[in-house]
């Protein structure tokens, strides 16, 4: 079940980001910043509630957002949860009129097959490259950019 994240989750979320964080595949998040985005979080829970994917819709700006922290744990790899997150995601960004959805990843595949299309990381606004001075990687990003034109789903 997908589910919007609640204060009672975060812990449980900061746990599955760390275990990916410590991989350097995502980006570590702070209880702080966990708090203050809790409501960019979606979770996909378990028969008993235990979470075992969550992902993030951030608003950078009046036609972007980025989805971020998309994380399941291995266990659950391979059955769909992570696409559920996605789109759980991109019918937020609809909802609330969001024209482009982006990724910085390492899973080309994975998104492009939802529909996403590799993009040329300087077409990304400067706004966006905050989060990077937290990465271990900065400056020699190795991730790949990716867009979602909304439209293309109408």
């Known amino acids: 079940m997908i589910r919007k ?8 979320i900061q746990s599955l980001l760390n275990m990916f964080a410590r991989e350097e595949l995502l980006l570590p998040r702070s209880l702080s910043e966990l708090y203050d985005n809790l409501r960019d979080f ?3 829970c ?3 509630n235990h979470i075992i ?5 951030h608003i ?4 972007l957002a980025e989805i971020r922290s998309l994380a399941v744990y291995p266990q659950h790899h391979q059955k769909g949860i992570g696409k559920k997150l996605v789109q759980a995601c991109l019918e937020e960004a609809r909802e ?7 990724v910085l990843t390492y899973q080309e595949k994975f998104f492009s097959d939802i529909g996403f299309e590799k993009v040329d990381k ?3 606004p ?14 020699n990003c190795d991730e790949i950019a990716m867009i979602f034109n909304m439209e293309q789903d109408d």
């Open 53 to 57: 994917g969550c992902s993030a819709l």
């Open 42 to 44: 979606f979770v996909y």
């Open 46 to 48: 378990d028969e008993d």
């Open 5 to 12: 994240a609640k204060i009672t989750d975060i812990s449980e």
């Open 126 to 139: 400067h706004k966006i490259w905050g989060d990077c001075l937290k990465c271990p990687k900065f400056p």
């Open 122 to 124: 300087s077409l990304l």
């Open 96 to 102: 609330l009129g969001v024209s482009k959805v982006f």
């Open 60 to 63: 950078c700006w009046e036609d």
